[in-house]
């Protein structure tokens, strides 16, 4: 297991998770609609950078093509890194994690909580090992974007073979488990809004059990600053936090999944209870 970082929820040289000096000094909100203008504009200088820094950075992607594979991840993953801080330094989107401990430090399936794009920048930015996602073949169509993707090796599947989608899932996710990775996928299987969930697909949690890994359950409430659908990013601090992994040994991947989805959403209790105002948070040790 991963050594728990120094203080109680965050790595210590993480500069994120610091309270915006405003709210430390006690001082005044403006008035409602110069405060939603301001978001406006940072939120518009924000996907502005985005934008003009995509493409080429995805040229510097195909340029790294010929780099051994751990450099041109880590080169190639410097985008998301600047997104992220651009997210903290133009929109004052902070972070505070808690249960970093519980990474496993060999191969593991996360299971995260999905309510905005957020965490997808968050979970590739920030894990201590290659990571991949598991998402549509389609997109390597994409200029820029899809190319500078297809370029990282993460687990793409070709949608045309149907009912073979898991197998592919199975077989691509069991070669990067076996390589040391993490593989991502989201059991809602898509974006959900703050306080509501989805019906928890198995997905992940079969291809855990098939490859005798870790589940590794996240919760977090990204989409109270960054909604889904939405173009203002509202400043503040989304929370993380890292369950403990699920064993699956001896387990079938039907209750991996509900083991997974009973602490992700009781965890969501405990980070966002005021979406929850009829259900008191239960302990989730």
Known sequence: ????????????????????????????????????????LRSTIYL???????????????????????????????????ALWLARFICGIRYEVRGWEN????????????????????????????????????????????WGIATLGMISIDRARGTDAFEQVVEQGQRRLAEGWYVIIFPEGTRTAPGTHMRYKTGGARLAVRAGVPAVPIALNSG???????????PG?????????????????????RMTERWIETEMRRIAPHRYPQEPAAGNG
Not at 49 to 78: K, Q
Not at 224 to 234: D, H, N, S, V
Not at 239 to 247: E, L, M, N, Q, R
């Open 48 to 82: 502005v950078l985005l934008a003009v820094t995509v493409a080429p950075y995805s040229i510097f992607s195909l340029l790294c093509i010929v780099t051994p594979h751990p450099l041109r991840y880590w080169l190639i993953t410097g985008w998301p890194k600047t």
């Open 103 to 146: 990474l496993p430090d060999g191969p593991a399936v996360l299971l995260p909580k999905h309510q905005s794009a957020w965490e997808t920048i968050w979970l590739i930015a920030s894990m201590p090992r290659p990571s991949s996602f598991v998402y549509k073949r389609e997109l390597h169509r994409i200029p820029f974007f899809g």
């Open 1 to 40: 297991m991963m050594a728990a970082p120094e203080g109680p929820t965050a790595r210590p040289h993480d500069p994120s998770h610091a309270q915006p000096a405003a709210v430390a000094a006690g001082a005044p909100r403006p008035p409602a609609g110069i405060r939603k203008a301001w978001i406006a």
């Open 237 to 257: 601090t989304i929370t993380v936090s890292i369950g403990p992994p699920v064993d699956t040994r001896g387990r079938s991947a039907g209750e991996v999944a």
């Open 224 to 234: 109270e600053l960054w909604p889904r659908k939405a173009f203002l990013k509202i």
